[in-house]
Protein backbone atom coordinates (compact mmCIF):
# COMPACT_ATOMS: atom_id res chain seq x y z
CA UNK A 1 0.00 0.00 0.00
CA UNK A 2 3.10 2.27 0.62
CA UNK A 3 4.46 1.96 -2.20
CA UNK A 4 1.44 2.51 -4.19
CA UNK A 5 0.68 5.58 -2.79
CA UNK A 6 4.48 6.73 -3.51
CA UNK A 7 3.60 5.63 -6.81
CA UNK A 8 0.64 7.85 -6.96
CA UNK A 9 1.91 10.86 -5.62
CA UNK A 10 4.71 10.36 -7.82
CA UNK A 11 2.26 10.34 -10.68
CA UNK A 12 0.00 13.41 -9.90
CA UNK A 13 3.68 15.68 -9.43
CA UNK A 14 4.40 14.05 -12.89
CA UNK A 15 0.77 15.04 -14.44
CA UNK A 16 0.69 18.42 -12.42
CA UNK A 17 4.12 19.62 -14.09
CA UNK A 18 3.37 18.25 -17.68
CA UNK A 19 0.27 20.05 -17.58
CA UNK A 20 1.69 23.35 -16.63
CA UNK A 21 5.16 23.15 -18.93
CA UNK A 22 2.26 22.43 -21.62
CA UNK A 23 0.15 25.42 -20.34
CA UNK A 24 3.56 27.48 -20.61
CA UNK A 25 4.79 26.69 -24.01
CA UNK A 26 0.84 26.61 -25.87
CA UNK A 27 1.20 28.91 -28.80
CA UNK A 28 -1.44 30.99 -30.17
CA UNK A 29 -3.32 28.36 -32.91
CA UNK A 30 -3.59 29.59 -36.59
CA UNK A 31 -6.87 30.56 -38.23
CA UNK A 32 -9.48 33.32 -38.06
CA UNK A 33 -10.78 34.84 -34.93
CA UNK A 34 -13.55 37.18 -34.30
CA UNK A 35 -13.03 40.51 -32.26
CA UNK A 36 -16.56 40.81 -29.79
CA UNK A 37 -15.49 44.34 -28.57
CA UNK A 38 -14.70 45.62 -32.22
CA UNK A 39 -17.93 44.48 -33.99
CA UNK A 40 -17.29 43.47 -37.64
CA UNK A 41 -13.61 43.51 -36.85
CA UNK A 42 -11.80 40.04 -37.09
CA UNK A 43 -7.96 38.77 -37.23
CA UNK A 44 -5.98 35.97 -39.25
CA UNK A 45 -2.68 34.53 -37.40
CA UNK A 46 -0.38 32.53 -39.40
CA UNK A 47 2.76 30.87 -38.58
CA UNK A 48 5.73 29.48 -40.07
CA UNK A 49 8.42 28.04 -37.70
CA UNK A 50 9.07 30.69 -35.32
CA UNK A 51 7.89 33.46 -37.42
CA UNK A 52 4.49 35.32 -37.59
CA UNK A 53 2.05 37.09 -39.58
CA UNK A 54 -1.21 38.66 -38.05
CA UNK A 55 -3.72 40.64 -40.13
CA UNK A 56 -6.81 42.70 -38.53
CA UNK A 57 -9.32 43.49 -40.78
CA UNK A 58 -13.00 44.76 -41.24
CA UNK A 59 -15.69 43.42 -43.33
CA UNK A 60 -15.77 46.79 -44.94
CA UNK A 61 -12.08 46.77 -46.21
CA UNK A 62 -10.08 48.44 -43.51
CA UNK A 63 -7.26 46.16 -42.68
CA UNK A 64 -3.49 46.02 -40.80
CA UNK A 65 -0.79 43.68 -41.16
CA UNK A 66 1.80 42.60 -37.62
CA UNK A 67 4.91 40.88 -38.39
CA UNK A 68 6.72 38.67 -35.59
CA UNK A 69 7.91 36.08 -34.11
CA UNK A 70 7.68 33.93 -31.45
CA UNK A 71 9.44 34.56 -27.78
CA UNK A 72 7.99 32.16 -25.87
CA UNK A 73 4.59 31.50 -25.23
CA UNK A 74 3.70 34.53 -27.02
CA UNK A 75 3.43 35.58 -30.70
CA UNK A 76 5.38 39.18 -30.42
CA UNK A 77 4.95 41.25 -32.82
CA UNK A 78 5.17 44.87 -34.94
CA UNK A 79 2.33 46.99 -36.93
CA UNK A 80 3.78 47.61 -40.54
CA UNK A 81 2.93 49.62 -43.42
CA UNK A 82 1.82 53.28 -41.46
CA UNK A 83 2.80 55.82 -40.19
CA UNK A 84 2.57 54.46 -36.48
CA UNK A 85 4.99 52.20 -34.76
CA UNK A 86 3.19 49.71 -32.64
CA UNK A 87 4.11 46.39 -30.94
CA UNK A 88 1.47 44.13 -29.67
CA UNK A 89 2.02 40.63 -27.88
CA UNK A 90 -0.78 37.80 -28.14
CA UNK A 91 -1.09 34.68 -26.23
CA UNK A 92 -2.98 32.17 -26.47
CA UNK A 93 -6.78 31.58 -23.75
CA UNK A 94 -9.18 29.13 -23.58
CA UNK A 95 -11.50 31.13 -26.10
CA UNK A 96 -8.33 32.01 -28.69
CA UNK A 97 -6.53 34.77 -28.07
CA UNK A 98 -5.56 37.62 -25.80
CA UNK A 99 -3.82 40.27 -27.19
CA UNK A 100 -1.68 43.61 -25.40
CA UNK A 101 -0.10 46.39 -26.48
CA UNK A 102 3.84 47.59 -25.84
CA UNK A 103 3.78 50.79 -26.93
CA UNK A 104 2.32 52.78 -29.45
CA UNK A 105 4.40 55.85 -31.12
CA UNK A 106 4.57 58.28 -31.81
CA UNK A 107 2.57 59.33 -28.73
CA UNK A 108 0.93 62.66 -30.00
CA UNK A 109 -0.77 60.59 -33.10
CA UNK A 110 -4.41 60.10 -32.96
CA UNK A 111 -4.23 56.28 -32.74
CA UNK A 112 -1.72 56.72 -30.21
CA UNK A 113 -2.66 59.67 -27.58
CA UNK A 114 -4.82 58.16 -24.68
CA UNK A 115 -4.11 54.54 -25.43
CA UNK A 116 -4.21 52.52 -22.40
CA UNK A 117 -1.83 50.32 -22.63
CA UNK A 118 -3.27 47.78 -19.42
CA UNK A 119 -6.83 47.39 -21.73
CA UNK A 120 -6.41 43.75 -23.07
CA UNK A 121 -8.36 42.26 -26.33
CA UNK A 122 -9.86 39.38 -26.78
CA UNK A 123 -10.23 37.28 -30.10
CA UNK A 124 -12.58 34.21 -29.78
CA UNK A 125 -11.60 31.31 -32.37
CA UNK A 126 -13.79 31.25 -34.88
CA UNK A 127 -12.06 29.19 -38.20
CA UNK A 128 -8.72 27.56 -37.03
CA UNK A 129 -6.44 25.85 -39.25
CA UNK A 130 -6.18 22.15 -39.06
CA UNK A 131 -3.62 21.02 -41.09
CA UNK A 132 0.16 21.91 -42.43
CA UNK A 133 -1.36 23.57 -45.42
CA UNK A 134 -0.92 27.48 -44.33
CA UNK A 135 0.79 30.06 -46.21
CA UNK A 136 1.06 33.32 -47.04
CA UNK A 137 1.72 34.76 -50.80
CA UNK A 138 2.19 38.25 -52.86
CA UNK A 139 0.22 38.71 -56.22
CA UNK A 140 1.51 40.13 -58.67
CA UNK A 141 -1.49 43.41 -58.61
CA UNK A 142 -0.07 43.85 -54.73
CA UNK A 143 -2.24 41.99 -53.00
CA UNK A 144 -1.41 39.80 -49.94
CA UNK A 145 -2.89 36.42 -49.83
CA UNK A 146 -3.39 33.65 -47.42
CA UNK A 147 -4.22 30.56 -47.70
CA UNK A 148 -4.89 28.04 -45.14
CA UNK A 149 -7.22 24.19 -44.40
CA UNK A 150 -9.93 23.83 -41.58
CA UNK A 151 -11.28 20.42 -42.05
CA UNK A 152 -10.95 19.87 -45.49
CA UNK A 153 -11.52 22.94 -46.82
CA UNK A 154 -9.58 25.65 -48.32
CA UNK A 155 -9.77 29.01 -46.72
CA UNK A 156 -8.44 31.89 -48.57
CA UNK A 157 -8.31 35.96 -47.93
CA UNK A 158 -6.83 38.53 -50.04
CA UNK A 159 -6.14 41.80 -48.94
CA UNK A 160 -5.16 45.25 -50.90
CA UNK A 161 -4.26 48.77 -50.75
CA UNK A 162 -2.99 50.62 -52.83
CA UNK A 163 -0.63 53.36 -52.41
CA UNK A 164 0.65 55.99 -54.85
CA UNK A 165 -0.48 59.21 -56.54
CA UNK A 166 -4.06 57.53 -56.93
CA UNK A 167 -4.23 55.37 -54.57
CA UNK A 168 -8.11 53.44 -53.69
CA UNK A 169 -9.29 52.28 -50.32
CA UNK A 170 -8.35 49.02 -48.82
CA UNK A 171 -10.24 45.75 -49.58
CA UNK A 172 -10.89 42.57 -48.71
CA UNK A 173 -11.95 39.41 -49.79
CA UNK A 174 -12.75 36.18 -48.18
CA UNK A 175 -13.29 32.83 -49.96
CA UNK A 176 -13.30 29.24 -49.68
CA UNK A 177 -12.43 26.49 -51.87
CA UNK A 178 -12.64 22.96 -52.64
CA UNK A 179 -9.57 20.42 -51.84
CA UNK A 180 -8.73 17.49 -54.47
CA UNK A 181 -6.40 14.75 -53.55
CA UNK A 182 -3.45 16.45 -56.29
CA UNK A 183 -3.58 19.92 -53.91
CA UNK A 184 -5.51 21.88 -56.11
CA UNK A 185 -8.05 24.47 -55.02
CA UNK A 186 -11.29 24.97 -56.86
CA UNK A 187 -15.05 25.64 -57.02
CA UNK A 188 -14.46 29.45 -55.34
CA UNK A 189 -16.76 31.02 -53.30
CA UNK A 190 -17.39 34.15 -51.88
CA UNK A 191 -18.10 34.74 -48.07
CA UNK A 192 -17.26 38.46 -48.30
CA UNK A 193 -16.11 40.95 -50.44
CA UNK A 194 -15.38 44.52 -49.03
CA UNK A 195 -15.50 45.73 -53.38
CA UNK A 196 -18.68 44.75 -54.28
CA UNK A 197 -18.35 46.59 -57.90
CA UNK A 198 -17.16 43.93 -59.53
CA UNK A 199 -16.23 44.24 -63.30
CA UNK A 200 -14.66 41.51 -64.41
CA UNK A 201 -16.03 38.24 -62.84
CA UNK A 202 -12.72 36.44 -62.48
CA UNK A 203 -12.36 32.95 -61.77
CA UNK A 204 -9.97 30.28 -60.80
CA UNK A 205 -7.82 27.15 -59.77
CA UNK A 206 -5.05 27.71 -57.28
CA UNK A 207 -2.57 24.95 -57.64
CA UNK A 208 -0.14 23.99 -54.90
CA UNK A 209 2.86 22.30 -55.32
CA UNK A 210 3.32 20.18 -51.67
CA UNK A 211 2.65 20.78 -47.86
CA UNK A 212 6.01 20.56 -47.13
CA UNK A 213 7.13 24.04 -49.23
CA UNK A 214 3.99 25.26 -50.75
CA UNK A 215 4.33 27.27 -53.57
CA UNK A 216 0.91 27.96 -55.60
CA UNK A 217 -0.02 29.11 -58.94
CA UNK A 218 -2.99 30.23 -60.87
CA UNK A 219 -4.81 27.91 -63.34
CA UNK A 220 -7.90 27.68 -65.34
CA UNK A 221 -8.24 31.35 -65.15
CA UNK A 222 -11.30 33.23 -66.80
CA UNK A 223 -14.11 35.64 -66.73
CA UNK A 224 -17.71 35.88 -66.40
CA UNK A 225 -18.11 39.67 -67.21
CA UNK A 226 -15.20 41.33 -68.81
CA UNK A 227 -14.69 40.55 -72.40
CA UNK A 228 -11.79 37.96 -73.93
CA UNK A 229 -9.27 40.49 -75.07
CA UNK A 230 -9.62 42.20 -71.49
CA UNK A 231 -9.50 38.51 -69.16
CA UNK A 232 -6.22 37.85 -71.48
CA UNK A 233 -4.53 40.74 -70.72
CA UNK A 234 -5.18 40.31 -66.72
CA UNK A 235 -4.30 37.03 -67.34
CA UNK A 236 -0.77 37.72 -68.72
CA UNK A 237 0.04 40.48 -66.76
CA UNK A 238 -1.33 39.29 -63.33
CA UNK A 239 -1.53 35.48 -63.00
CA UNK A 240 1.68 34.23 -64.15
CA UNK A 241 3.46 34.68 -61.12
CA UNK A 242 3.02 33.83 -57.16
CA UNK A 243 5.85 34.41 -54.42
CA UNK A 244 5.17 32.84 -50.97
CA UNK A 245 6.28 34.99 -48.34
CA UNK A 246 5.51 33.21 -45.38
Not at 15 to 30: G, N, P
Not at 64 to 85: D, P, R
Not at 152 to 181: C, H, R
Not at 234 to 239: A, D, G, H, R
Amino acid sequence: MHQWISFMKKLFVFLAISFMASKSFAQVSDGIYSLPSIPGWYAVHISNGNLRRFYTFSVTGDWYKYEGSQAGNKSVLALTGTEINEGIELTQSPVGFISRTNYCLPSENEACAGLDLSEELTGMSALMATSSLKAIYKLQWGAEMVVFESNGIAVVLLFEKEAGDDPYPPQIGAYTMAISDELRLSNLDVVVESDTEDSTGLVFDLVITDLDNPQISFDNVTCTIADTETCEFLKSTYFSTVIRTL
